[in-house]
């Protein structure tokens, strides 16, 4: 694996002679943004946010959805073509149908989805589908409501399977459910999970605990590796069969099952199979910080430039944090560093 401190020996970009194309020093090109609109939750998932005593962004430093359009525009000529509105819990953040509508609205877009924990989907998906949402990703871990519990320190299971099932109301909306496996909590509902999404013909996608988490519990006993978990379903279950696939920035690897029952099952095997080496990924914070990578310890204020309406020195901060990309996530390193802040307060 490529260390962390081996970029120092990369040659630098001059960005006076970049054309501005988002391409980093190991020629990565960015096509992907993931923009962050709160970081509020409705509920506190233990591999994300504390669970009491947590400090959210005052409203004043959330970017407004002006600010993030205006972003937006200033990225798509530089080649971004994906768009996932993420938090905190986005649905969280009042009107989201309103900055759906208008990223939608600015056309060009290969891609415009969003990430939440499904509680509030059944009544805002008519809103988000008309203003022109093209995916949703809904967090599922479980269908106990006392492990749901467990993991998220709140009732709502319920709540989350009605958001699936409102979603579900919308042939034209693409679905897929993401769960987080950790050994001491949810492990023994994986196969229940396959089951209640392969028969609703829903995607399943398993993502790894990665040591984002608020209270610093990760470690890697907890981590339930996706060669576990599909050595667990083909024994259980039946062998799966992978995928092609021809986009290499996909970060899941997908599989069917091999005996053609249907079903499709995903692998975001993010901690013990980097794919650090096509991430086409850029996010934008809440409080409006650029960051390259979930791992990097840096960002990049764009903030005021986006307020002030400073194209040049928003260029600036872009570029800046293009070239600063590691090479690589080095959670494996001896020498890795947690980031400060939580996936909550990044967007997952
Ligand atoms: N609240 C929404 C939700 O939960 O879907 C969107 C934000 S959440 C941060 C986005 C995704 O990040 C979720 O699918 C969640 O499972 C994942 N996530 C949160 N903490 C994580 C961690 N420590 N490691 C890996 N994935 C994590
Ligand atoms: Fe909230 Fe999503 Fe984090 Fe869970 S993973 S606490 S739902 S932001």
Request: hydrophobic share 40%; proline share 5%.
């Amino acid at each position: 694996m490529i260390s962390r401190t081996a970029i120092a020996r990369q040659p630098e970009i001059n960005p006076a002679n970049s054309d501005l194309r988002l391409v980093d020093r190991l020629g990565r090109v960015h096509r992907s943004l993931r923009i962050s609109v709160t970081d509020v939750c409705n509920i506190r998932c233990q591999y994300c946010m504390p669970a009491e005593d947590v400090a959210f962004l005052p409203n004043q430093h959330l970017l407004s959805f002006e600010q993030i359009e205006r972003f937006v525009r200033f990225v798509l000529p530089l080649g971004i073509t994906k768009l996932r509105v993420t938090g905190g819990e986005p649905l969280l953040r009042r009107q989201l149908s309103d900055l759906i509508q208008r990223l939608s609205n600015l056309g060009g877009l290969e891609d415009l989805a969003l990430t939440t924990n499904g509680m509030l989907l059944a009544r805002q998906i008519d809103d988000l589908v008309a203003a022109g949402l093209k995916r949703v990703n809904i967090s599922l871990d479980t269908l106990s409501e006392e492990v749901f519990r467990r993991i998220s320190r709140r009732d709502g299971i319920e709540q989350v399977l009605e958001g699936i099932e409102a979603a579900r109301g919308y042939p034209q909306l693409e679905i897929k459910l993401n769960a987080l496996v950790l050994r001491d909590v949810n492990l023994d509902g994986v196969l229940e999970l396959v089951e209640f999404a392969t028969s609703r013909d829903l995607p399943l996608r398993f993502i790894e605990f990665m040591p984002l988490d608020a209270e610093r519990s990760w470690n890697m006993q907890r981590v339930v590796s996706g060669d576990e978990l599909r050595k667990r379903i083909a024994q259980e279950l039946a062998p799966l069969r992978p995928l092609d696939c021809s986009d290499p920035t996909r970060p899941s690897r997908d599989y069917v099952f091999a005996d053609g029952r249907p079903g499709q099952l995903g692998f975001i095997d993010s901690v013990s199979k980097p794919f650090c080496s096509t991430c086409d990924r850029l996010r934008l914070t809440a409080d409006g910080k650029v960051r390259n990578c979930l791992f990097g310890v840096q960002e990049w204020d764009v903030a005021q430039a986006l307020a002030a309406q400073d194209e040049g020195e928003l260029k600036r901060q872009l570029l800046a944090c293009v070239q600063a990309k590691h090479p690589a996530h080095g959670i494996a390193q001896p020498d890795f560093e947690q980031p400060e802040r939580p996936m909550y307060q990044i967007g997952g």
